[in-house]
């Protein structure tokens, strides 16, 4: 047999190889984004089954069975063929002419590039008032369900990761910092000059070494500080070691909360606000830790300060 002979046959192998690899790859795709990526990845997965191996299977048809099987091999690379281009002209559509989102208010942050908060009280306190006086795009990394976090801190995130080994649409395993950091970065690309909250780093050190996690956290850190971001992370010596306290302080700020609060606010809101209710600005924080509605009343009573500042200044 010559080697003409073998080339039907190499071609059918490498159409079922690229296949079977093109379906892998795209699952994880699938697994890892939401839409309209996922659906993009979806019918990667389809077309490939369709070109690559069912295509292949019927060059070996149209060979050892049947020539008048080539009828079959041409409906099916057609097929493929247009669902492939009608998916991604619609995704170039959609990329061209991407949802208005509703404008935010034009604030600077006050808040670093990267940043430790000591205790989750102080965290929603400043997530809260960086929702009231800067109005960035938020996601978080919480333990929790993400309908649970919203009703106990009072804050409703852009977005919301939530670290679990159980099936849900906003569910990340603990183990899979890979699949977190492509969800994180791609947030802070998409959403320039936004907040990442991380908490359940003790529950991330449960499946990973802390160099794994220390790399996860640092990658971040240095997407925040391309486009401009912030990233809060939530650790004290409960949770770390002094020894790896100390390495995350090389990269990471502490935070002055009380400073934060005075930059945000303005120095005549902020001095307005009697020390007790600056410790309880944000309702939230307490109604988190001890499940009452009795922070959420004192947040309340934050915001009439910031309006009436407001019309002192315009009379």
């Not at 041409?74 to 002209?89: C, K």
């Not at 995130?157 to 977190?180: F, Q």
């Not at 939530?234 to 770390?240: R, V």
């Not at 009697?274 to 944000?282: A, Q, W």
Request: with cysteine.
């Amino acid at each position: 047999m010559g080697l003409g002979n073998f080339a039907p046959y190499f071609s059918g192998v490498m159409l079922i190889i690229i296949g079977v690899y093109g379906i892998v790859k795209s699952y994880w795709e699938w697994k890892s984004h939401d839409e309209p990526i996922k659906r993009l990845a979806f019918t990667l997965m389809v077309s490939f089954a369709l070109f690559g191996i069912i295509g292949g299977i019927t060059v070996f048809l149209t060979i050892l069975v049947d020539p008048e099987f080539w009828a079959l091999q041409a409906i099916v690379v057609t097929t493929g063929y247009l669902i492939l281009a009608h998916e991604s002209l619609s995704m170039l559509e959609k990329l061209r002419r991407p949802e208005k989102k509703h404008e935010r208010k034009k604030v600077k942050c006050a808040l670093p590039v990267a940043g430790i908060v000591k205790s989750r009280e102080e965290a929603v306190t400043l997530l809260k008032a960086v929702d009231n006086y800067a109005d960035l795009p938020l996601l978080v990394i919480g333990r929790e369900h993400p309908d649970e976090w919203t009703n106990k801190t009072g804050i409703e995130p852009d977005d919301y990761i939530w670290l679990t080994r159980v099936e849900h649409k906003k569910a990340v395993s603990p183990s899979s910092l890979h699949v977190l950091s492509g969800k994180v970065i791609g947030f802070i690309r998409d959403n320039p000059g936004g907040v990442v909250y991380i908490e359940g780093i003790e529950y991330m050190l449960f499946y990973s070494d802390f160099k794994a996690v220390a790399k996860f956290l640092f990658a971040i850190r240095d997407a925040a500080m391309i486009e401009s971001a912030h990233v809060l992370v939530l650790a004290n010596e409960d949770t770390l070691t002094p020894e790896q306290m100390a390495i995350l302080k090389k990269e990471f700020e502490e935070i002055d909360v009380e400073k934060i609060l005075e930059k945000l606010m303005g120095p005549a809101l902020f001095g307005a606000i009697p020390s007790r209710k600056r410790r309880d600005f944000n309702a939230s924080a307490e109604s988190s830790e001890e499940g009452s509605g009795a922070g959420e009343e004192k947040a309340e009573e934050a915001r009439p300060l910031r309006r009436e500042e407001k019309t002192e200044e315009g009379g």
